[in-house]
């Protein structure tokens, strides 16, 4: 590929084919990074977790927490935020709410 020959090969020092992580309890896992695979594997992850707001097509890592049945999400939708009302951002608006903590 074009990123594979042009990017990535340049210096697999920046750009590492793979890499091994520790799963925490003695284990490992190897995944690939900058190869094809490895590519598509992150632009799907990327896509599958983006939303359009505003227009545009947005990525919202919390909105993860939001994007279940059990929510209710009424709307998303994009806004102005802080102290002064200049910070672009995300209003998740549901009419109902849910805790994550496993305990209750």
Not at 52 to 77: K, M, W
């Amino acid at each position: 590929s074009w990123l594979e020959e042009r990017v990535w090969s340049a210096d697999r020092s920046k750009f590492p084919e793979q890499i091994t992580l520790n799963d925490g309890v003695g284990g490992e896992t190897t995944m690939e990074l900058f190869t094809t695979k490895g590519f598509k594997y992150a632009l799907a992850l990327v896509n599958s977790r983006s939303y359009y707001v505003d227009g545009a097509l947005r990525l919202i890592p919390i909105l993860d927490f939001a994007n279940h049945q059990d929510l209710s999400t009424d709307e998303v939708c994009g806004g102005t935020m802080g102290t002064f009302g200049t910070t672009k951002g995300v209003v998740i608006r549901s009419s109902s709410v849910k805790s994550y903590n496993p305990k209750e």
